[in-house]
């Protein structure tokens, strides 16, 4: 096991952050707006973000870097800023935590399909170590690949995420199929964990998806295929709209308890996606202390 890895699970479970993106919208992001820009047009609040899930408890701290990649960045005008916006993003999480939390750099999905030819492997390899290079220059202490959906281009960024050296998280989303159990191109738990795990994955883990209640079999299915620590963030639930919002009908203390039991369950990183706030991570952090 990677040594930062091996220390920060020494003592127990690690309470990870929640959701960015409505705690971005709180501060003014429009809905539609590319959120990854604000690293450099609104850092005062993306710093923000970080330091209401520090103050939480969280114990580790993702990055506002998740849809940096070159080729997203591109599809908002902002493709000669990949090296700008992912070192930002990682100064921006370190110093709103001031070494009370670890920062670990998101990296998701690029939005194009391999399946179809929109996108070749080398072109998401090219795209990804780029990112992760710039994530680690800026001084993250991991690397979060993160929402994936293809098994291919989440095995394409473990390998980017790699050449940094750093320890590497691979989570996917399980929200498809008949069993609601398998990544929306047929992926189930059990590959997932195999073949991120044979692609070098110091942690893995399951993220978003259909609500917190799906989460304990795909959890105890993860935990049951690999050897490597699992890291579970689940959605709050799954969401209405109201006036054009998502609105997620979880609440902490519900979704706190549900922590408890994956963490009972084996995740020894728990946190929150879609839906979840920093008064979740309370939450779940006072059911832990208790
Ligand atoms: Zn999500």
């Given at each position: 096991m990677h040594p930062t890895i091996e220390k920060l699970i020494a003592n127990g479970a690690v309470v990870t952050d929640g959701a960015w993106g409505t705690q971005l919208q709180a501060r003014?992001?429009?809905?539609?707006?590319?959120?990854?820009a604000w690293n450099l047009t609104h850092p005062r609040f993306v710093g923000e973000v970080a330091r209401a899930y520090v103050n939480a408890g969280s114990r580790v701290i993702l990055t506002n870097t998740f849809g940096a990649n070159r080729v997203r960045l591109a599809e908002n005008s902002l493709a000669d800023r990949v090296v700008e916006i992912n070192q930002r993003g990682v100064e921006i999480s370190k110093i709103a935590v001031a070494g009370k939390a670890m920062v670990f750099a998101s990296i998701g999905p690029t939005?194009?399909?391999?399946l179809n030819g929109e996108i070749t492997p080398a072109e998401i390899q090219s795209a990804f170590e780029e990112q992760a290079t710039a994530l680690a220059q800026g001084g993250a202490d991991a690397i979060v690949v993160e929402t994936m959906a293809d098994i291919e281009e989440a095995k394409l960024a473990v390998a980017a995420a790699r050449t940094t050296g750093l320890p590497v998280v691979a989570c996917m989303v399980f929200d498809s199929g008949k069993n609601l159990d398998r990544t929306m191109m047929g992926t189930t738990p059990e590959q997932a964990a195999q073949e991120l795990s044979e692609a070098g994955a110091d942690v893995i883990g399951a993220n978003c998806g259909q609500g917190i209640s799906r989460f304990l079999s795909i959890c105890q299915r993860l935990r049951a295929a690999t050897d490597r620590p699992v890291w579970i963030k689940p959605n709050a639930g799954l969401p209405q709209l109201e006036n054009g919002r998502a609105v997620y009908a979880g609440t902490p203390a519900d979704f706190a308890d549900q922590a408890t039991d994956l963490i009972a369950a084996g995740a020894k990183f728990i946190g929150g996606c879609c839906g979840t706030s920093p008064e979740f991570i309370s939450a779940i952090c006072r059911r832990i202390a208790g």
């Open positions: 003014g992001l429009a809905i539609g707006e590319f959120p990854d939005g194009k399909l391999l």
